[in-house]
């Protein structure tokens, strides 16, 4: 699936839910696919692993966090970052996305 309002593809998104000021989706990666560096102005984002392992990288501060299916995240709003699946193997996870108006902010790649 190619996400073209935010430039980069991935396997499949399942929109579960949606209202205002908030979204349920379930994301899959294959193997190689990124969700890439961004942030969001309003909104946090929860993530829940399916499949995994998963690595969402954070920056402000600087961290990596491996979840493995059944484990979550909360990324806050503001926080850039980034999704692969671990050692740029496939992923799945569910993701949370509120309680604002949500936008995807395009960060540079780390240096």
């Given amino acids: ?3 073209n309002n935010r430039g980069y593809t991935i396997q499949r998104r ?3 839910a949606e209202a205002e ?6 994301l899959t990666l294959a193997a190689g696919q990124e969700v890439p ?5 309003e909104i946090d984002d929860d993530f829940f692993c399916m499949d ?3 690595l969402v990288q954070t920056r402000q501060p600087d961290a ?5 299916p059944g484990q979550t995240l909360k990324v806050p709003a503001g926080q850039p970052h980034r999704v692969t699946g671990k050692d740029d193997g496939p992923c799945r996870f569910l993701i949370v996305q509120g309680i ?3 936008d995807y902010v ?3 790649d780390a240096p």
Avoid at 21 to 26: A, K, N, T, Y
Avoid at 64 to 68: K, R
């Fill in 1 to 3: 699936m190619n996400d």
């Fill in 14 to 16: 399942e929109r579960i």
């Fill in 21 to 26: 000021g908030l979204r349920v989706s379930i």
């Fill in 37 to 41: 560096w961004h942030h969001h102005s």
């Fill in 52 to 54: 995994g392992p998963m």
């Fill in 64 to 68: 990596a966090h491996e979840l493995a």
């Fill in 100 to 102: 604002g108006v949500y």
């Fill in 106 to 108: 395009a960060e540079a």
